[in-house]
């Protein structure tokens, strides 16, 4: 995770400094190479974006007085500005709005200092104003938020801000009805709002404008660049396709190169390579992101499935003592009954005809059925439950839990002996938990019940366990447990490999004497 964490700050690093190179003017102006003054203030801007995740109030701070010294000394460059908005939304979003008041301060004098002239109007001071304190809402709305916030409306509400707020002064200065300028800024910012919905037609709508402002409001265009990169990286982080991804990259790299390069600008490598870094760097945090998603996804649905593997698991051994535990206690039991029957037999023989030769017979009988009843509820515990319903809910189980599980139940298992019955449906029950625990999720397990002659035959036949599978610990005692019970019924039990991957179970329940 640290890697993942180091990797992802050198690529906010990089895109703030390709930002600073593209909208200071260096691709636009007749320059082959930035200079070393330009380039030492794009590293001066962007770096310390490397780190604004851990410390987002130093940086604020930092970018603030990086505003009012490119200010005075470079009149009309704001990307630092861009990437001060950038910080106070990510102070607000880890210490909150009360911690982020003094960085928020900051970067308001900061942009008042920047903007102030002569001719200052309420306007210029109302954005020197909102323009820093709206991330900064926006990030201490997120750090105080409990709940699960809508990516949508948040996406849409900063796309307008953004737009709205960054072009709102130029409205005029394009010649054409203002109306129209304020529509085309709205539907900019609230197109984000759909982008995790339709990523592309999104893309789309966002290059069609940015030409749109470079073509008709060209002080616009830096606002629509932004947004289009916002869009490309939400598509990136949407769209698995990478084919599709490249077809958008290359998409993007066509339109900005149009919105950035002047007719008689001078195209070189360099300067080609940093617009092409630039439409990359959103490309690769989505994806980031995406990738990110994917796996969280990935670790919860396979944490909640070892869950309920090991639930099941748990259930399988506490059913396995208790009938360890029922055992002894009949044993303990049946050892005390059993001499009492015994002995009540050798005085009933001894005893004359009468009322004590009647209780001695009885006393007999009465141990008999007790010996029988204990046998019954060891070996077929429950026997007044649907054992066939039993076998079915267990399918269902494993069903949900994973298993591709096909089942056949014959009729004519109702006319067997309950005992039986039940016996049968233990096995199936610890048979399915089986192929769970060392098959996996995924295989496909055939299940037949069948009765024959007043006995039960019982196979379970799983085919081979999918290539992922992982066998989970087991207790070892789920064979143990299915060749006692089926000797306590006088049946035989077989299991072992298929000889094509998979395993085989098989059961066979004879009539029992008496029964």
């Known amino acids: 995770m640290r ?20 909208i200071n003017g260096y691709a636009s102006e007749g320059t082959a190479s930035p200079t070393p003054p330009e380039f030492a203030a794009a590293l001066l801007a962007g770096l310390p974006m490397g780190v604004v995740r851990q410390r987002p109030g130093p940086v604020t701070v930092y ?72 991330p900064a809402v926006i990030g201490g709305y997120l750090y105080r938020s409990t709940r699960d916030v809508t990516p949508d409306v948040l996406l849409a509400a900063g796309g307008v801000l953004l737009a709205v707020l960054s072009t709102w002064d130029v409205w005029h200065s394009g010649g054409h009805p203002v109306a129209i300028v304020q529509v085309a800024a709205v539907v900019s910012g609230l197109a984000l709002g759909v982008a995790r919905r339709l990523p592309g037609l999104v893309v789309a709508v966002e290059g069609v404008l940015l030409l ?35 077809l958008a990259y290359a998409a993007g790299c066509v339109v900005v190169a149009v919105a950035v390069f002047e007719p008689l600008s001078r195209i070189t490598t360099l300067r080609v390579l940093v617009l092409m870094t630039l439409v990359a760097m959103p490309i690769a945090v989505g994806r980031y992101f995406g ?13 909640e499935e070892a869950v309920r593997l090991t639930l099941a698991r748990a259930r399988a051994d506490l059913l396995a003592e208790r009938e360890h535990i029922a055992r002894d206690v009949q044993t303990l039991v049946a050892g005390h009954v059993g001499a009492m029957v015994l002995r009540a037999g050798a005085a009933c023989d001894a005893a004359p005809d009468g009322p004590v030769g009647h209780a001695l017979t009885d006393i007999r009988e009465t141990g008999n059925q007790v010996l029988r009843d204990l046998g019954n509820l060891l070996h077929g515990a429950d026997l007044h439950l649907d054992a066939a319903e039993l076998i079915r809910a267990a399918a269902r189980r494993m069903s949900a839990a994973g298993l591709v599980v096909d089942l056949g139940l014959d009729p004519g298992m109702a006319t067997v002996s309950p005992v039986l019955r039940m016996c049968a449906a233990s096995i199936v029950q ?28 019982v196979k379970l036949h799983n085919g081979p366990p999918p290539a992922t599978s992982e066998s989970l610990p087991s207790s070892g005692h789920g064979l143990a447990g299915m060749r006692k019970r089926v000797r306590a019924v006088g049946g035989t039990l077989d299991s072992g490999p298929d000889g094509d991957g998979g395993w085989l179970l098989q059961a066979g329940l004879p009539p029992r004497g008496g029964e």
């Open 3 to 22: 890697s993942r964490g180091v990797s992802l700050d050198g690529l906010f690093a990089a895109s703030a400094v390709a930002l600073e190179l593209v």
């Open 63 to 134: 970018l603030a007085a990086l505003v009012v010294i490119a200010g005075r000394l470079a009149p009309g460059t704001d990307s630092a500005q861009i990437l001060l908005c950038v910080a106070l939304c990510l102070t607000g979003y880890r210490s909150g709005l009360r911690a982020a008041r003094g960085p928020m301060a900051a970067a308001m004098l900061a942009t008042a200092l920047t903007v102030a002239a002569p001719g200052v109007t309420p306007g210029t001071m109302a954005l020197a104003l909102l323009l820093p304190a709206a």
């Open 212 to 246: 749109a402002a470079d073509a008709h409001l060209h002080r616009a265009a830096d606002t629509g660049m932004l947004l289009l990169m916002v869009a490309m990286g939400v598509f990136a982080m949407r769209v698995a396709s990478w084919a599709r991804t490249a």
């Open 291 to 303: 990738m990110r998603r994917a796996v969280t996804a990935a670790e919860r649905l396979r944490a």
């Open 430 to 457: 610890e048979g399915l938990t089986n192929v769970l625990k060392h098959a996996g999720p995924g295989t496909r397990v055939r299940v037949t019940v069948a009765a024959s002659g007043g006995g039960l035959s």
